[in-house]
């Protein structure tokens, strides 16, 4: 079963995002900031993670700037979530190596094609 | 190169027309238009199209000079057609030269027919441009009547003022096309005038009912929403992960609704809600519906904003505002008391998108629309009743009473604030925001937090660069 990681501050988002993919036979986890998102991603190695960039405690690029650091999780699919659609930001993540940058507000229904065509 | 380019860009305009080019005003206008597509088409055949035809006469009617040199006038006219075209000293410089360039082909090749002695083959000539004339070109009725009264008359006149008599066979035959195409072409002149003025007529009101569908559409749905529809068909659901939610309800609407007239009560509403919509316009929050006496609107979509928990605020108090004017009004004038307003504001995630196949509305949902509406319902006459996730997003500007935990239901005990007023430091002396106001939302709008180091003195330069509107937001 395909692991994906969701990392927002907004619980709705997270919690609405796993019911879907757990009804797509992911297997999902939540977390709320970036630290708490670092920690799980280095304990479970998703196949892909959700990052929402602007969270309190850790924020998104400084998350996957650590995962990358890391061998186990260097090369993890990552797509990035944000409200910011500027092109420094776009910048940032591209050098992160993500897969995708998608500016809110968004498609949910978008945002499950994507992933279904990453990782299903 | 530039007049190659201009002549490519006038036979691509002749053949294609312009793309998705509105209708004029006027049917006149639509005329020029029509003769402004055919005026290349007619410059390069009043250039040429004589000139063979000269050798011709010459040869066949030595002792008539004129008839070549009419022949050779077309090419002249042709030449001020170019000249026209390029300076347009006219308003409807395609129209004109259309019919001038038209009235002479039909002028000259009846004046040549005569010339010829009524030759038939002259004949023939001058009925294919009398032909042209009536039915090709799009000429106003009146100017083809008169050309071709003109034409018939003249040749008819002419023909007996030289004396011509029709002796042969084949000029005989030519007589009686010439007398059939009178009836004919003034017959069809006449239904061709009527099938293009219908045309332009009903294109018209296509384009006008299509306009105020489009009106009717920017009035149901958000600008940025009823695009979408447009262009794309459809609207997808989009995920906005925060917004603010209003909620209004008029206290003891039910009682009025009781001894109020139906029509009064009706007209006293739509006026409250029409002011209630431009005070949403106002902050640029987006009115989502009416529900009876009840008014929803949301901030913070279907654009995202960093300022939608303050901009719902700030008219929350201008609606409070209102509707205790209007109280005082009502109760002034016939002592009800029907007009006092619960508030609910809310801030949280919300899906929004389309619903309705036939009858579209934008609407959102989400757990943060219900908690919005159990804001207001839980909320006192003539306050504005907040939860704590919107006091946490305004309370370093507004002032905030905090009403305890109270049971919502199906949620359990929630913290809620009563909202009085912008604090005092934020407010000018004429009870407006203050340009250090001005500063820190232009700086939310500018993809800033809020946080208290937003908000400390020391960030504020005084100088305000925004456009919030400039509300009156007094205390209660």
Not at chain 2, 87 to 112: A, Q
Request: proline content about 5%; glycine content about 6%; charged content about 20%.
């Amino acid at each position: 079963m395909k692991k994906i990681l969701l990392v927002d501050d907004q619980p709705n988002f997270t919690t609405m995002m796993s019911i879907k993919l757990k009804s797509m036979q992911f297997e999902v986890f939540t977390a709320t900031n970036g630290q708490e998102g670092l920690d799980l991603a280095l304990k479970e190695i998703p196949d892909l993670i959700i990052m929402d960039i602007m969270m309190p405690v850790m924020d998104g690029f400084t998350a996957v700037a650590e995962l990358r650091k890391n061998p186990k999780t260097a090369n993890v699919l990552v797509i990035f979530l944000s409200a910011k659609g500027n092109p420094k930001d776009r910048d940032r993540a591209q050098e992160l190596k993500a897969i995708d940058f998608i500016a809110k507000p968004f498609s949910p229904r978008e945002l499950v094609d994507k992933i279904q065509k990453l990782i299903g | 190169m530039k007049i190659l380019n201009q002549l490519t860009d006038s036979i691509r305009y002749a053949l294609l027309g312009s793309k998705d080019r509105p209708y004029p005003d006027t049917y006149r206008e639509e005329l020029e238009y029509q003769n402004r597509r055919l005026t290349p088409v007619f410059m390069i055949l009043g250039l040429f199209i004589w000139l063979p035809y000269i050798p011709v006469d010459m040869k066949n009617f030595p002792h008539q000079p004129l008839m070549p040199l009419t022949r050779a006038g077309l090419s002249v006219l042709g030449v001020f057609a170019v000249i026209n075209y390029i300076i347009k000293p006219w308003r409807y410089w395609g129209t004109m030269i259309v019919s001038v360039g038209m009235s002479y082909l039909v002028l000259g090749s009846g004046f040549c027919a005569l010339l010829s002695g009524a030759d038939s083959s002259y004949i023939g000539g001058f009925i294919f441009c009398l032909s042209l004339f009536a039915l090709v070109v799009p000429l106003p009725y009146w100017l083809m009547l008169t050309t071709l009264t003109i034409a018939y008359v003249g040749f008819f006149s002419g023909a007996y003022a030289l004396g011509i008599e029709f002796k042969t066979n084949s000029q005989r035959y030519s007589l009686n096309d010439l007398a059939s195409s009178i009836i004919v072409f003034n017959i069809i002149g006449y239904v061709q005038h009527r099938i293009r003025r219908s045309h332009y007529l009903r294109a018209k009101a296509v384009e006008r009912e299509k306009a105020e569908s489009n009106r009717l559409l920017l009035n149901i749905l958000p600008a940025k929403i009823a695009e979408e529809l447009k262009t794309q068909g459809a609207v997808e659901p989009l995920f906005y992960d925060s917004a603010t939610i209003l909620f209004t309800d008029f206290v003891g609407f039910t009682e009025a609704a009781k001894v109020m007239l139906p029509d009064e009560l009706i007209a006293q509403l739509n006026n409250i809600f029409f002011q209630f919509d431009e005070i949403s316009r106002k902050y640029r929050i987006e009115k989502i519906k009416t529900i009876g006496d009840a008014y929803m609107a949301a901030g913070g979509l279907p654009e995202m904003n960093n300022t939608h928990p303050i901009d719902v605020c700030l008219a929350a108090l201008e609606i409070k505002r209102l509707t205790n004017q209007i109280l005082d009004l009502t109760e002034h004038d016939s002592g009800s008391k029907f007009w006092r307003l619960r508030i609910g504001i809310h801030s949280g995630s919300v899906m929004a998108g389309i619903v309705g196949q036939l009858k579209f509305a934008y609407d959102i949902f989400g757990d943060a629309v219900n908690v919005a509406s159990r804001m207001e319902s839980t909320g006192l006459p003539n306050q504005i009743n907040i939860s704590a996730d919107t006091y946490e997003a305004v309370k370093y500007f507004f002032n905030c009473t905090f009403r305890g935990s109270l049971e919502v239901k199906g949620r359990g005990p929630m913290d809620m604030y009563l909202l009085h007023n912008l604090k005092s430091k934020y407010l000018n002396e004429h009870d407006a925001p203050n340009a250090r106001f001005l500063d820190i939302y232009a700086k939310l709008k500018g993809g800033a937090r809020i946080e208290p180091k937003l908000i400390a003195p020391s960030t504020s330069n005084g100088v305000g660069s925004t456009t919030l509107p400039t509300a009156s937001v007094r205390g209660s």
